[in-house]
Every structure is written in C-alpha cells, then in structure tokens.
C-alpha cells in the first residue's frame, strides 16, 4: 500500500568453484518523472542480454521508434517491453543454447512508478509473460525461495507498514542466505 520494496543479493555461480558477485538489481530512473526496477534470477548472461537489450530499445516494427523503459507510457507497457527484449534475446541465443544442453531459464520481478500512475509489481517469466502483484498477493519473489518464502507468507499482507516490509524482507534474505551457499552478500535494496 505505502510503496515497494526489492531485495537482491548478488552471488552468482557455474559451479562449486566459480562463484562471482554480480549485480542482480537494475534501477532506472528519471527523478520526478518515472522510478523503475529489474531484479533478475536464472543464467546470468541471459539476465545481462535482456538488460542491455532494454537499455539499447526495441524497435517498434510498426512506428520505427527504439522503445526503452524510459520512454514506455505506463508500467505495464514497460513489462511488456521486457517479455520482448527476452523473446529477442531467446530467438538470438536459444538455438546455441539448446546446442551446448544449456536451458534458457530466466525471471524478473520489475517493479516502479510512472509520474500520475500507481506502484506497480510484475513477475516476468521466461516466456515473457507475466503476473501482477494484488492486494491480495502482496509480494511476488523469484530466484531460491524454499528458505525466505515462509517467512514472507506469514508477515506480509497489503497493508503492512513499509520499513516493517524491509525488515520481514531481511530477515526472509537472511533466512535464505543462512540455509543455501548459492545465496550471498553482498544484497541490494530498492525501498520507494
């Protein structure tokens, strides 16, 4: 109800021996007019292709026109344009993919407000469809959630306060953290 919330950590890894740090939270921004963000799970160079893609736009077929997140008209236009930079990035990379026995498996939460629209909160699936947070689904999660799921099932609603949602949030990352090698510092944050 007061505002949005995200939550990233920032581990990656290709196995047992190679674990990096990588920036899983994507802000984009424009102060006054729009405050939009990605959060990413799944292979980590299809996760940065669809980013790039949507930093670089999509070429509206009909109008010419490079559509970005930042000039989409509303929040769900916006979610639209990121299950079309991943279909893109799909039909470019999934063929090599498949080849090397690699699945093209990737989630999004995208999450923001554009200036005179509601907050808004999107599940983006690998196919490029996807869900809306409601009132009565109030958090939306994607990447490990076995650990940190529980505890955002039983502290979140609609109407929590939003610094008592950053704190359930911590303490659900910490959960996951605690439980799982494969989750770790260090985390990102996004409260609006």
Known sequence: RD???M???TRTNAGLDNVSTFRKLHIFKNPGERIMAIAT???????QSVISTLNEGLENPETGERETLMNAPT???A???????IRSVHALEGSALRAEDISFDVSFLFGGQIKGARMRLFMIY????FIECTTDTPYLQIGEHKYGKPVLDRAISYDVDLYDALKVGLVSMDSTMRSNLGVGMPIDILLV
């Open 75 to 77: 929040m769900f236009q």
């Open 41 to 47: 799970a799944g292979n980590l160079a299809i996760t």
């Open 7 to 9: 939550i990233a950590d």
């Open 3 to 5: 505002g949005l919330v």
């Open 126 to 129: 690998t196919a490029g469809n």
């Open 79 to 85: 979610a639209q344009r990121i299950g079309r930079a």
